[in-house]
């Protein structure tokens, strides 16, 4: 159109026609890609999801190979150190007395008529495992008041890939480290480590020698 030209009605219309079109086709791709999009995302976080379940499996796989090198031979460590353990339970699992729906598991709890000691097993074992097991203790001690157990209650992490700063952090907190070496366990207990005792409700929780576990 030159600007001789008069717009009139019908060129208007026409015009107006020719940019709704435009529109339409424009807002169709835009919609067209949207659900490509959105498609796509849905598709990558089912394909997340399943690599998660996977590596989940993969993990409890790890976990539960970790515990049977620990299991067959943890409760006769434990007496070369002078406890005189007889009682040995595998995967334990309690209810939170705090928590109706609540239930924790002890994966290996070792004890005589005097201490057990509550063993928390992890293929490659990191700082929240410990945080965890703190936790599960406190439960454990809890149970073990309303059943009137006297016992003292002690705690320990097993892996079979146990990284330093893990293993400082477990011995800071109190609990026994217990580590894979060939195909058998050893317990690591450095010089002037102090286990933590979860005692009776009339005791407080304290970190005090134990006259067992010494060489």
């Given at each position: 159109m030159t600007s001789t030209e008069t717009l009139n009605f019908e060129k208007v219309?026409?015009?107006?026609?020719?940019?709704?079109?435009?529109?339409?086709?424009?807002?169709?791709e835009f919609d067209r890609r949207a659900k490509e999009t959105d498609r796509q995302m849905k598709e990558t976080s089912r394909k997340m999801e399943e690599t998660d379940r996977r590596i989940g499996e993969l993990g409890n796989r790890f976990g539960e190979l970790a515990e049977h090198l620990v299991a067959p031979s943890i409760m006769e460590k434990f007496n070369e150190l002078g406890f005189e353990f007889s009682d040995h339970l595998h995967n334990w699992q309690i209810k939170d007395p705090d928590n109706p729906v609540g239930f924790?598991?002890?994966?290996?709890?070792?004890?005589?008529?005097?201490?057990?000691?509550?063993?928390?097993?992890k293929a490659k074992p990191r700082r929240a495992a410990v945080d965890e097991h703190?936790?599960?203790?406190?439960?454990?001690?809890?149970?073990?008041?309303?059943?009137?157990?006297k016992r003292k209650y002690q705690g320990a992490l097993a892996g079979?890939?146990?990284?330093?700063?893990?293993?400082?952090?477990?011995?800071?907190?109190?609990?026994y480290v217990i580590e894979q070496t060939g195909d058998t366990v050893m317990i690591n207990i450095p010089d002037g480590f102090i286990p933590r005792e979860w005692e009776p409700e009339m005791h407080q929780s304290t970190c005090t020698p134990s006259k067992q576990g010494k060489n």
């Open positions: 219309w026409a015009m107006f026609q020719e940019s709704d079109k435009k529109f339409q086709e424009s807002r169709e924790t598991e002890i994966d290996i709890l070792l004890g005589n008529g005097d201490i057990a000691i509550a063993i928390e097993v703190l936790r599960r203790m406190e439960v454990l001690r809890k149970v073990a008041d309303r059943r009137n157990d079979a890939i146990m990284e330093e700063p893990v293993r400082q952090y477990a011995l800071e907190k109190g609990f």
